[in-house]
């Protein structure tokens, strides 16, 4: 996290704001004494800043079309009745070894 004095925000404000949407987040102080945090929105979904961190490295890549509605009406597959998820997890685990 970076700080910034008021006067060096009034003199730099482009430049931190080039810093938050690269999603830093930055404090302004007076005096030594934290006032404001300029921070990027999706910060607030987001708060590590993990999804930008993947997205710049091109691990991770928004969608800017809307999802597939018949995916989004399937039902999810489940478990027969008296199968523990569980235990089938750990199966699957072992015999991938």
């Given amino acids: 996290m970076r700080t910034a ?3 060096e ?3 730099r404000l482009s430049a931190l704001l080039d810093q938050v949407r690269a999603g830093e987040t930055v404090v302004i102080v007076d005096r030594g004494l934290p006032i404001a945090r300029l921070e990027p ?3 607030h979904r987001d708060q590590s800043g993990r999804l930008l961190r993947l997205e710049r ?3 991770l890549g928004f969608s ?3 999802p597939p509605l018949d995916l989004l009406r399937e039902r999810a597959p ?3 009745p008296g199968v523990s998820a569980t ?3 750990i199966d699957e685990r072992r ?3």
């Fill in 5 to 7: 004095t008021i006067t």
């Fill in 9 to 11: 925000a009034k003199n």
């Fill in 41 to 43: 929105i999706a910060a």
């Fill in 57 to 59: 490295a091109g691990l």
């Fill in 64 to 66: 800017s079309a809307p």
């Fill in 78 to 80: 489940g478990l027969p």
């Fill in 87 to 89: 235990e089938t997890l």
């Fill in 95 to 97: 015999s991938a070894r």
